[in-house]
Nanobody, 124 residues
Framework: QVQLVESGGGLVQAGGSLRLSCEAS????????MGWFRQAPGKERDLVAG????????YYADSVKGRFTISRDNAKNTVYLQMNSLKPEDTAVYYC?????????????????WGQGTQVTVSS
């Protein structure tokens, strides 16, 4: 069983930055692919960024490429999402997710563990 706890959300003006963190319990964090998803009211929960266990390979949704950076520190059991040049359309609840294995999937059903979510609000 893996528990995920997100932090770092908040209110920011357009053009600003935030860094989300997600700390995982357990001893085998490096064996999990990690993803950051987001869900705005009335919309689906979509993958924003994903990272393989080694941290070498990353994936991004087209809407955030060049603005968001996912990274992980396996020694600290933590995955990060650095969000720069934020836009009002980035407003959503952001969720951290984990799945055992090497592959990063875009589909939420492939992930086994979820955090509670953290709200990100970008004002115009």
């Amino acid at each position: 069983q893996v528990q995920l706890v997100e932090s770092g959300g908040g209110l920011v003006q357009a053009g600003g930055s935030l860094r989300l963190s997600c700390e995982a319990s357990g001893r085998t964090f490096s064996s999990y692919a990690m993803g950051w998803f987001r869900q705005a009211p009335g919309k689906e929960r979509d993958l924003v960024a994903g990272i393989k266990g080694s941290g070498v390979t990353t994936y991004y949704a087209d809407s955030v490429k060049g603005r968001f950076t996912i990274s992980r520190d396996n020694a600290k059991n933590t995955v990060y999402l650095q969000m720069n040049s934020l836009k009002p359309e980035d407003t959503a609840v952001y969720y951290c997710a984990a799945r055992q294995g090497a592959i990063v999937y875009y589909t939420r059903a492939k992930y086994d563990y979820w955090g509670q979510g953290t709200q990100v609000t970008v004002s115009s």
